[in-house]
């Protein structure tokens, strides 16, 4: 088998044309070099060097040697390098994968709370739905995987499958509420109702079948006989799609209060129905049993050491034009 070492060793003659001083600068006494330069030898099957000559010279075997010896070298070492590069990327960054709603909801504030408290990080977000993002997360391509979970588990069920994130160490570190959102009325009060009564019906915009959200949802309305019939014109696997359609007038839809709690304040979107059709959702971070890299270990241990506070400063709410539910604002300072 051949040995790195003895092309290495090969170079250094070829360059100095005298085993005394290869074996100075390979560090390396001059038997020593002089066998590994014999145990390449016998591997090419051919002498490299003629040792009549000083300073010595290389045969023609050897000269063919010499030019792939140096390109085999440089293209490894080259690799290495960038292997290495790659390695201390990995140990300064922190990689995460979280469904569409929370690279808008969540990550914008939480990413610079962490890089203030953890100096330089390059911290990456990877969207897509919550069985994508558990994909990435089985195949080692992110560190963490954040997503939204609701009481039930209607969100972990929802997928068909089990999720490699199951079975994880996770933390909440935040929160989120699903509330019936629909356009006002003339007299301020919603244009679409959800009274309870199985009787009536009312338009409703939902999440398409592949966002998680949805899910959640749907789970509520299954557990509710005595809700109005909803009537579906419309999906869209974005929340954001959903409340410009419910801006619109088109229906109601269960919309994050995160993105939509100025549309309170405005008086543009209005709660209806029941509080108690509020979906509330936990907001968790689940990471893999094997060791992280520095940055992503030293995330969660802060996390599990400091709690979701030492990153966080509370949030300061826009001035109040319409009342907004006094437990949903207590939510969103949280």
């Known amino acids: 088998m051949l040995d790195i070492r003895w092309l290495e060793d090969f170079i250094v003659v070829a360059e100095t044309r005298n085993i005394t001083k290869a074996s100075e600068l390979r560090n390396v006494t001059q038997s020593g070099l002089s066998r590994r ?35 085999a070298l440089g293209r490894l070492n080259g ?75 209607a969100i972990l069920r929802g997928a068909g499958r089990p999720l490699s994130i199951e079975g994880c160490a996770s933390i909440s570190i935040g929160k989120e509420r699903l509330i019936p959102l629909s356009a006002p009325a003339a007299d301020g009060k919603p244009l679409h109702r959800l009274d309870l009564n199985p009787r009536l019906s009312t ?12 899910w959640a949802v749907e789970d509520l309305v299954a557990r509710r006989p005595d809700l109005v019939q909803l009537h579906s014109l419309y999906d869209n696997s974005l929340a954001d799609g959903l409340r410009t359609m419910a801006l619109a007038g088109l229906g109601v839809a269960w919309l994050p209060l995160t993105t939509t709690h100025n549309d309170i304040i405005r008086g543009k979107l209005v709660r209806t129905g029941d509080p108690r059709l509020a979906i509330e959702l936990d907001v968790r971070l689940y990471r893999p049993a094997q060791r992280l890299g520095k940055k992503a270990e030293e995330l969660w241990t802060r996390l599990n050491t400091e709690g979701l506070e030492a990153l966080l400063s509370p949030v300061a709410l826009p001035e109040i034009a319409t009342p907004i539910h006094a437990e949903d604002a207590q939510m969103l300072r949280q």
């Open 37 to 71: 330069i014999q145990s390449l030898e016998n591997w090419a099957g051919a002498a490299l060097i003629d040792r009549r000559h000083a300073p010595l010279e290389l045969t023609e075997a050897g000269h063919k040697l010499l030019d792939v010896a140096n390109e």
């Open 79 to 153: 690799v290495r390098r960038t292997i290495r590069e790659d390695q201390n990327e990995r140990l300064r960054s922190i990689r995460f994968a979280a469904p569409h709603i929370l690279s808008v909801t969540f990550f914008p504030r939480w990413l610079l709370a962490i890089q203030a408290k953890l100096g330089s990080t390059r911290l990456s977000v990877t969207s897509d739905n919550l069985p994508g993002c558990a994909s990435l997360f089985e195949d080692g391509g992110v560190d963490f995987v954040v997503c939204l979970v609701d009481a039930e588990g």
């Open 203 to 214: 338009s409703y915009l939902a999440y398409s079948p592949e966002c998680s959200l949805g």
